[in-house]
Nanobody, 123 residues
Framework: QVQLVESGGGSVQAGDSLRLSCAAS????????MCWFRQAPGKEREFVAH????????QYADSVKGRFTISRDNVKNTVSLQMNNLKAGDTAVYYC????????????????WGQGTQVTVSS
């Protein structure tokens, strides 16, 4: 089992950058596919990016491709999301999630979730 805690959210202006971090505790973090989802007010939670357990493969939602970068450190048990050129449409609560399954964009295939961190982008 893995416990996840996100940090790094905040309020920024459009065009700014933020780096979100997710600290994992528990066993076998390096075995988990890790993912970032986000949920804007009044909208469903959506996939943002995921990274395989080795870090060799990543996938991004089209809306963030080229602006966001997901990475992980299996020694420090962290996964990060570097967000550049932020837009008002990126405003949401961002969640870190983990699964022992294959890399997937399907929300219900992720078993472990953090509490979320708020990102607010003003235009």
């Amino acid at each position: 089992q893995v416990q996840l805690v996100e940090s790094g959210g905040g309020s920024v202006q459009a065009g700014d950058s933020l780096r979100l971090s997710c600290a994992a505790s528990g066993r076998s973090f390096s075995s988990y596919t890790m993912c970032w989802f986000r949920q804007a007010p009044g909208k469903e939670r959506e996939f943002v990016a995921h990274i395989t357990w080795t870090g060799s493969r990543t996938q991004y939602a089209d809306s963030v491709k080229g602006r966001f970068t997901i990475s992980r450190d299996n020694v420090k048990n962290t996964v990060s999301l570097q967000m550049n050129n932020l837009k008002a449409g990126d405003t949401a609560v961002y969640y870190c999630a983990g699964t022992l399954l294959r890399a997937t964009t399907v929300i219900w295939e992720y078993d472990y979730w953090g509490q979320g961190t708020q990102v607010t982008v003003s235009s």
